[in-house]
């Protein structure tokens, strides 16, 4: 059963205007702490009631460290930036870390980790990689499909305090194919695509290599594991060893070793259509209706481990966006995921490929007109709202498991921050004064999705060591205390309540400040 189906609503129903900042607190059953957030710039630090306690003026995915600094991009456009930048409680530039090799393009995520083989603190991110025509062509893609000029395809880098790379790891070295016997990555004599979930297709049906081809727009590293989980907005989630693919000392021989067998991935999770292990989404004979086939998620973001002492300690969690899932009304969820759970519902410790644990029926209230699901037994637990117009975001986005067993849940295209309880019970919520280019509001009038927009929200304990010896006064609200007045240059969309077509760049949306237009 999926929690929170027959639980209540949340509040920020499908609705044309309505009230910012604090909407709702339950002071019995939230979990009490400290939030943050970035917005267009900056970021802010609230309290539960709303107040602000501490900002900064960095804000596009940000999140503090146990030391108290703030780590963010270096731009405020999660899609794109040039390197990363930490800044300690006063605002004051403390690391600074810039991607200068050609063909490398950081975007969306990084993590802060303790390499434990190098007893040195060092910084992951995900970058795009250039692949060329002729080495596309080399790793057996398709030439009928090309030309592959601009290719790109995810690496996950780390480097330490010196900004010196000590790892990487690439898709690209973990390829494989079925069309050119002539390679050494063709899958053999009488085996086909199926037999090798833990690499990926070089010829994704429908998807020939190009720029941003995976786009991956979140990771996490597991200390315990030794381990990066990343996750493709596509569809699909990827585990990956660190731990025995990495040689302390030796950047070299770690980069050798990621890109060999020992580097494939340990599990995958969302979509088993392209390795050829389930039913892809396909329209019906009959046009009005559709299915997800075995598809779990699609435009997923923010996947992450839940951390040790948590309820759900060990396992993933991912935010499902709820694109490219056929569904009449896409609806977004939050999903959990066990991934070592076999057919009998056993957890065997170790992990499991999703279509050997294999699916449940899920059906629908009628009057959401969404067809039945096939659900992965590997997900144990799961949110979305129980009216399917109140909760959808079709990017950006963020989910995060409290002490308390509630979850946070960041909603990005209508900066809607929300907090339930395991059976979905809405106990706070917030929405994000602050718009790109109206300054800050009290009440949210209709408006292009993005105005007021949130990548991500964090809560943190009053004990949390970030906050430790920190003075927490309330200042006031955003609204009252830190007032932005609408951005006086030309606007290139509409403004609230005035409808009309989008004019961003890119024609996928601009993330605000800064930052450019951008796929998600």
Same mark, same amino acid.
């Given at each position: 059963?999926?929690?929170? &189906?027959?639980?209540? /609503?949340?509040?920020?129903?499908?609705? &044309?205007?309505?009230?910012?900042?604090?909407?709702?607190? +339950?002071?019995?059953?939230?979990?009490?702490?400290?939030?943050?957030?970035?917005? %267009?710039?900056?970021?802010?630090?609230?309290?539960?009631? *709303?107040?602000?306690v501490h900002s900064w003026r960095l804000g596009t995915n940000p999140r503090l460290l146990e030391n108290g600094n703030?780590?963010?991009?270096?731009?405020?456009? /999660? @899609?794109?930036?040039?390197?990363?930048?930490?800044?300690?409680? +006063?605002?004051?530039? !403390?690391?600074?870390?810039?991607?200068?090799?050609?063909?490398?393009? $950081? %975007? %969306?995520?990084?993590?802060?980790?303790?390499?434990?083989?190098?007893?040195?603190?060092?910084?992951?991110?995900?970058?795009?990689?250039?692949?060329?025509?002729d080495q596309a062509i080399a790793a057996g893609a398709d030439p009928r499909k090309g030309p592959y000029e601009?290719?790109?395809?995810?690496?996950? #880098?780390?480097?330490?305090?010196?900004?010196?790379?000590?790892?990487?790891?690439?898709?690209?070295?973990? #390829?494989?194919?079925?069309?050119d016997a002539g390679k050494s990555n063709y899958v053999g004599q009488g085996k086909s695509i199926a037999d090798y979930p833990n690499r990926i297709n070089i010829n994704l049906p429908g998807r020939p290599l190009k720029r941003d081809w995976l786009h991956c727009n979140s990771m996490d590293y597991n200390a315990e594991l030794d381990q990066v989980v990343v996750n493709s907005v596509q569809g699909e989630l990827y585990v990956i060893d660190h731990g025995n693919t990495f040689v302390p000392g030796d950047p070299e021989? =770690?980069?050798?070793?990621?890109? =060999?067998?020992?580097?494939?991935?340990?599990?995958?999770?969302?979509? /088993?259509?392209?390795?050829?292990?389930?039913?892809?989404?396909? #329209?019906?004979?009959?046009?009005?209706?559709?299915? @997800?086939?075995?598809?779990?998620?699609? *435009?997923?973001?923010?996947?992450?481990?839940?951390?040790?002492g948590l309820p759900g300690a060990g396992h993933l969690m991912v935010f499902n966006n709820g694109q490219y899932l056929f569904q009449r009304t896409p609806q977004s969820s939050i999903l959990e995921i066990n991934p070592f759970l076999n057919g009998s519902g056993q957890d065997t410790g170790g992990y499991i490929?999703?279509?050997?644990?294999?699916? !449940?029926?899920?059906?629908?209230?009628?009057?959401t007109h969404n067809p039945p699901r096939q659900v992965s037994r590997h997900v144990v637990w799961a949110y979305r709202s129980l009216n399917n117009h109140g909760f959808f975001s079709q990017i950006g986005c963020s989910g995060q498991r409290l002490p308390n067993g509630n979850t946070l849940i960041c909603s990005d295209t209508e900066g809607h921050l929300f907090e339930v309880t395991s059976s979905g019970a809405l106990v706070w919520e917030y929405i994000n004064p602050v718009t790109r280019d109206f300054g800050t509001l009290k009440?949210? /009038? +209709?408006?292009?999705?993005?105005?007021? @927009?949130?990548?991500?929200?964090?809560?943190?304990?009053? +004990? @949390? $060591?970030?906050?430790?010896?920190?003075?927490?006064?309330?200042?006031?609200?955003?609204?009252?205390?830190?007032p932005r007045q609408p951005d006086p240059r030309p606007k290139d969309r509409s403004g609230p309540g005035k409808g009309g077509p989008r004019q961003g760049k890119g024609g996928e949306g601009n993330r605000g400040g800064r930052g450019e237009g951008r796929p998600q």
């Open positions: 059963m999926v929690a929170g &189906l027959g639980a209540h /609503p949340v509040q920020a129903y499908e609705r &044309l205007q309505g009230p910012t900042e604090l909407l709702y607190w +339950d002071k019995t059953n939230a979990f009490n702490g400290y939030t943050l957030f970035g917005t %267009h710039g900056t970021t802010y630090l609230i309290d539960m009631a *709303g107040q602000v703030l780590l963010d991009a270096s731009r405020d456009d /999660p @899609s794109g930036f040039q390197g990363l930048v930490e800044v300690d409680w +006063d605002g004051r530039k !403390v690391w600074e870390y810039t991607e200068k090799r050609e063909g490398y393009a $950081p %975007h %969306h995520d990084w993590v802060r980790l303790f390499n434990k083989k190098l007893n040195a603190w060092t910084t992951m991110y995900i970058a795009n990689k250039s692949i060329s025509h601009g290719g790109q395809m995810d690496a996950v #880098v780390e480097v330490d305090k010196d900004g010196k790379v000590v790892w990487e790891w690439c898709f690209f070295d973990h #390829v494989v194919q079925d069309v021989a =770690s980069i050798r070793k990621a890109a =060999s067998p020992a580097g494939d991935f340990l599990y995958r999770f969302g979509d /088993p259509a392209r390795y050829a292990q389930g039913d892809p989404p396909r #329209v019906l004979e009959n046009w009005d209706n559709a299915t @997800s086939g075995h598809k779990q998620m699609g *435009g997923a973001h923010d996947v992450h481990w839940i951390k040790p490929n999703p279509p050997q644990a294999g699916y !449940v029926r899920e059906e629908y209230d009628r009057d009440t949210m /009038p +209709d408006s292009l999705p993005m105005v007021n @927009s949130v990548f991500r929200a964090y809560r943190y304990s009053a +004990d @949390s $060591p970030a906050l430790k010896g920190r003075e927490l006064k309330p200042l006031g609200t955003i609204t009252d205390a830190f």
